[in-house]
């Protein structure tokens, strides 16, 4: 079984930056599609980030330009650097990976949903 562990939020000023981990175990992390949500109070869990083994990525309209998702196949890991960070983007952040990259965009990645980890945007 897939398990990941987010970590690396939170509490930043807005225009802030922050950089997430997801340190990624129980499988073969180099043939995964990867990818990052977020899930703010009362509100569904989102697609933030992907990140297709090809190269090709997707981003919300909102986060644009302002984060980018990578990762680092030696060590079983993904990224999502975070600048100018505003109050909207306060949520728990999650990651997930998935062979099938638009099964993964939907949420239905094969991994284990973490514990997240916080980001708070507040001045």
């Known amino acids: 079984q897939v398990q990941l562990v987010e970590s690396g939020g939170g509490l930043v000023a807005p225009g802030g930056s922050l950089r997430l981990s997801c340190a990624v175990s129980?499988?073969?992390?180099?043939?995964?599609?990867v990818a990052w949500f977020r899930e703010a109070p009362g509100k569904q869990r989102d697609l933030v980030a992907g990140l297709k083994l090809t190269g090709d990525t997707n981003y919300a309209n909102s986060v644009r330009g302002r984060f980018t998702i990578s990762r680092d196949n030696a060590k079983n890991t993904m990224y999502l650097q975070m600048n100018n960070l505003k109050p909207e983007d306060t949520a728990v952040y999650y990651c997930n990976v998935d062979q099938t990259y638009w099964r993964l965009l939907m949420g239905t990645g094969i991994g284990s949903w973490g514990q997240g980890t916080q980001v708070t945007v507040s001045s």
């Open positions: 129980g499988g073969i992390f180099s043939i995964y599609n």
